[in-house]
């Protein structure tokens, strides 16, 4: 019940393309579900955040769209950038301590 | 202002010896985590620190991890009897503390165990 379900695992999408990472979890409690971006060698840093009280958060190019129902949630990367190639994890929690990440998604973009 | 440090950036130990890895949060964040990184995989929660409360040990994975802090600064992670399975990146971060504020993570400490 602690799980965090995250896809795809890889993702290549060309200069100016549309990124699409989803991420499902099972615990009801959880109430603060974070996006990070880790590149390689460096710690993960929060990219953008979101609680279940709106469905849809955009902080520039990057979009959480969150369907409590259906306990999902997902980020949006418009108008994608070779500069955006990193390692992308979701994550879970309540009240924004422990997280519980996803297994991270490899994204590529193709200049 | 500086972030998160972490030291040793890399560390190579023989299975069965003891390591520490520590961790200096940034100034005046009363919560300090600590995750591990497998390879190839997400992070995984292994302890939390908040403040003078006794730490939420739930995720230590052996009675051969602990983890240790010093009022509201330095924390060191100590695993005992390294095993080949404890080879991982271990990253620590901090926040203010409460509910649903920021964790800024260090660079981590990449350990191998041979």
């Known amino acids: 019940q602690q799980q965090v379900k995250q896809s795809p695992q890889s993702l290549i999408v060309q200069k100016g393309g549309i990124s699409i990472i989803n991420c499902a979890y099972e615990?009801?409690?959880?109430?603060?579900f974070p996006w990070y971006q880790q590149f390689p060698g460096k710690g993960p840093a929060l990219l953008i955040a979101?609680?279940?009280?709106?469905s849809e958060k955009k902080e520039g190019r990057f979009t959480i769209s969150f369907n409590k129902s259906a306990k999902q949630f997902s980020l949006h990367i418009m108008d994608s950038q070779p500069g955006d190639s990193a390692t992308y994890f979701c994550a879970a929690s309540r009240r924004g301590n422990k997280l519980v990440f996803g297994a991270g998604t490899i994204l590529r973009v193709k200049s | 202002g500086a972030g998160v440090s972490q030291s040793p950036s890399n560390k190579v130990t023989e299975k069965g010896k003891d390591v520490e890895l520590r961790c200096d949060p940034i100034s005046g964040h009363t919560a300090l985590y600590w995750y591990r990184q497998r390879l190839g995989q997400g992070l995984e929660f292994l302890i939390y620190f908040q403040g003078n409360s006794a730490p939420d040990k739930s995720g230590l994975p052996s009675d051969r991890f602990s983890a240790e802090r010093t009022g509201e600064s330095v924390s060191t992670l100590t695993i005992q009897r390294t095993q080949q399975e404890d080879s991982a990146v271990y990253l620590c971060?901090?926040?203010?503390?409460?509910?649903?504020?920021?964790?800024?993570f260090g660079p981590g400490t990449r350990l191998t165990v041979l």
């Open positions: 979101i609680r279940p009280d709106v």
């Open positions: 615990n009801t409690a959880f109430d603060y």
């Open positions: 971060a901090s926040s203010l503390g409460g509910f649903y504020n920021e964790q800024f």
